[in-house]
């Protein structure tokens, strides 16, 4: 093998280059991490659009209706998830802005468990609270007072989540 030829000082630890030249390889790797962030964004953004287009395009052939899931409403849906996946992506991945999606970080750790207490509890928790919060019902309204119904059993059911998640269950 060769020698190792000693690192003198003023210079870059592992190239045996001036710091120079390692400052711009520190550039060069920021340059290509940004230039990787855009092209999946654009790849995000091209697929979301795509796939609104295209829902809304096959709309007289095939209706969008939820309730059947029919292809159309899949493939708009589709378009509008990717969109907003680009968006939490740009948010969070590229931005660095993470701090808030920590409730969302509780929810998706347990996402199966989230799923079952909304179906297995939320009639059961309407009914219970609507007890408790009974004097609310006028001055809200019949618009509003299931609107606070909902809140509060999302409250309820992220506490559960949170409990699970410190736990790590």
Known sequence: ??????????????????????RDEARCRLLAEIDAHLGLALLLLAAGVAGVGLGLALNPWF???KRIWTPSFAIYAGGWTTLMLLAFYWII???????WSFPLV???MNSIAAYVLGNAFSG????FSGVWIAGLKEPLGPAWFPVLQHALFATAAWVVLYWLYRRKI
């Not at 991945?93 to 701090?99: F, H, L, N, T, Y």
């Open 1 to 22: 093998g060769r020698d190792a030829v000693p690192l003198l000082p003023g210079r870059d630890q592992d190239l045996g280059l001036p710091r120079r030249h390692a």
């Open 63 to 65: 209706p969008i209706i």
């Open 93 to 99: 991945e590229v931005k660095g802005w993470k701090k």
């Open 106 to 108: 509780v929810v998706g």
């Open 124 to 127: 059961w928790f309407r009914s």
